[in-house]
């Protein structure tokens, strides 16, 4: 199964039209040819991997690549291709030449989440990768670290592996770690925490919020000690989402599954094992106030919404998650995702309704009608409900509003507008 970073809408029309004015992506070469150009000319190699329903990958196409100082850049220290890693009846002929070396790349260099963005030395080894979409100025960084020896994901790795632990080695490397989405990240990030003496730093609570995923990390006690100042540092509510997830891993999931086991899919968890089908709530409440008094209530709740999306039961979903929405509304985040859920996989009416209910309130503040993605939720449960226009209204109303910080809501006005799935 691969992942997207976002909600997942069609590229295709826009991105021959974004390569002829920004970077020169010559995919009318082979594998082949691009690594003997590459080496004949001393330029790395930049591959972009991407599918037609990749929201980040269409506003990179379309907004960052056509950008002067990023094509200037690209077109001089690379030669550079770009991989469709879906098939649609539209492939042209060069997407479907290149479609045995992108089953090879997937194998090989796992991609499973999109953009991934991989970056080939002159003689063809990949030295560096970067998965998501950012703004111009994030993305020339990015790729000037690619090229630089000293911050190549690949050297750094090697590095590492002599035994470097420095405190300044580690926080190189955890940063190049992190914008792979490196599964190794975790463990790095919080040997580094290791080495700081005040992690209520802006900074140093951005790697908490990354790496905490046990109670035995260091960035724990930060989470349940000090809540009121790490949030401030990283956003209302995040502390007691962090615990709440922390605690369903050790405390809930050996209850509610069979050998439960987290997975993760590219930065997306995934729970498996057997799900338990008479659970004992109460037993459940117990074990984690026995622990963790002050977040027992919450973490109850969180947990049943968990439990009844690995069920596929939506109405209980929807149920439980209204309750957790009306006694702890001032988690705008949690609250969206659970109407997110709803968006994409439920059908009953009902349950589209009440999700519609919670994110227009939330849209309707300073901060939610801001929010590009709060804001696609809602229309995109306007437009499942039936309510076409007025979804549209309201994705055209937050363009005008937010002008170039409308992150996506093109593509979801263009989707609304031609009546597709969204």
Known sequence: MKFILTTTICLMAFFAVAQEKGINFQNNL???QVKEKAKKENKYIFVDCYTTWCVPCKVMAKEVFPQPEVADFFNEKFVSIALQFDETKLDNADIK????????????YKINAYPTYLFFSPDGAVVHSVIGGSDSKAFLIKAKQALDPTTQLINLRKQYERGDRSTAFLHTFANALLQGWDSQ?????NQYLATQTDLLTKENAWFVSMATSKSTDPGFK?????????DKLTGAGLSSDLIGRIVFDEVVLPIVRINGVKENHGGVYVYKGEIVK???WDEVYAKVKEKYPAYADEILLKSKVTYYRGLNNWPKYTEEAATYVKQYSNNSNQIMTYANDIMLFADDKACLTQAADWSK????????????????????LLYKLG?????LTVVKEAIARLGDKAYGLKEVQEKMEKGGEL
Not at 222 to 230: A, D, I, K, Q, Y
């Open 361 to 380: 309130k939330l849209i309707d503040s300073s901060d939610g009608a801001k929010n590009s993605w709060y804001i696609t939720v809602y229309a995109s």
């Open 30 to 32: 082979t594998w082949a």
């Open 97 to 108: 030449r290149w479609r045995a070396e992108v089953k090879r790349f997937d194998k090989e």
């Open 222 to 230: 930060v989470l349940t000690g000090n809540s009121e100042e790490f």
């Open 387 to 391: 309510n076409k226009d007025k979804g």
């Open 278 to 280: 008479n659970v004992n």
């Open 185 to 189: 990240a975790n463990d790095v990030i």
